[in-house]
């Protein structure tokens, strides 16, 4: 079974600083989706950023963008310009392309907190 | 815009008693997804259907929990009895389909607390 590894239960950026949210995966499989998402307080979850595998280009939207790493399986998210609406708990998830549906696969989290 | 609409937004209960939370997915949508996220952890997949069809609830406790999507359209996860173990988190999801884009599209969640 695939797993998904967040080791930062919890970071912090300064207003207008670059933050980078590590996750690391575990899989058999080569062809897969990475996904990040961004889950505010008593909002909902929503999608930020995806990687499919077998891109080497790593995903960019605007002021976040990735550093997908397939032999090492590790799949980092880098928010470049942080802003107070950034604060939030992030979710590192894993999609299998095998198996029937969006399946997803996520990680414990990661709380950013921005300081103004 | 579209969302995905769920209730209650809280709720407390006591244990042993029946509890339920309901979900309207966004129009059009085929896949619901009913997740369970522990305080401090990620969220989990509990059932998945297609239109009003479970293809996969292999992580549903059936015993105490049953959930259904009778005309396909909106849907309901019930607990009974309800345990102390049960306080979490229940999100409901939808997707267009079963590609495996992977975007989900999330409601606000039911919180749950068992005393």
């Given at each position: 079974a695939q797993t998904v590894t967040q080791s930062q239960p919890e970071m912090s950026v300064q207003e207008a600083e670059t933050v980078t949210l590590s996750c690391t995966y575990d899989t058999s499989e080569s062809d897969y989706y990475l996904f990040w998402y961004k889950q505010p307080p008593s909002r909902q979850m929503i999608l930020v950023i995806r990687q499919e595998a077998y891109k080497q280009q790593n995903a960019t939207e605007n002021r976040f963008s990735v550093n997908f790493q397939k032999a090492a399986k590790s799949f980092s998210l880098k928010i470049s310009?942080?802003?107070?609406?950034?604060?939030a708990m992030y979710f590192c998830a894993y999609c299998s392309?095998?198996?029937?549906?969006?399946k997803l696969v996520f990680g414990a989290g990661t709380i950013l907190r921005v300081k103004s | 815009e579209a969302e995905v609409a769920q209730s209650p937004r809280y709720k407390i209960t006591e244990k042993s008693q029946a509890v339920a939370f309901w979900c309207d997915p966004i129009s059009g949508h085929a896949t619901l997804y009913w997740y369970r996220q522990i305080l401090g952890q990620g969220p989990e997949l509990l059932v998945q259907f297609q239109d009003e069809s479970?293809?996969?609830?292999?992580?549903?406790?059936?015993d105490r929990f049953s959930a259904e999507r009778l005309k396909g359209v909106d849907s309901t996860l019930k607990i009974q009895?309800?345990?102390?173990?049960?306080s979490a988190m229940y999100l409901c999801a939808s997707s267009?389909?079963?590609?495996?884009?992977?975007e989900l599209f999330f409601g606000e969640g039911s919180r749950l607390t068992v005393l």
């Open positions: 310009d942080s802003q107070l609406g950034d604060a392309s095998l198996e029937y549906g969006n | 479970v293809v996969d609830d292999s992580q549903l406790p059936k009895p309800a345990e102390l173990g049960d267009l389909g079963v590609t495996n884009t992977g």
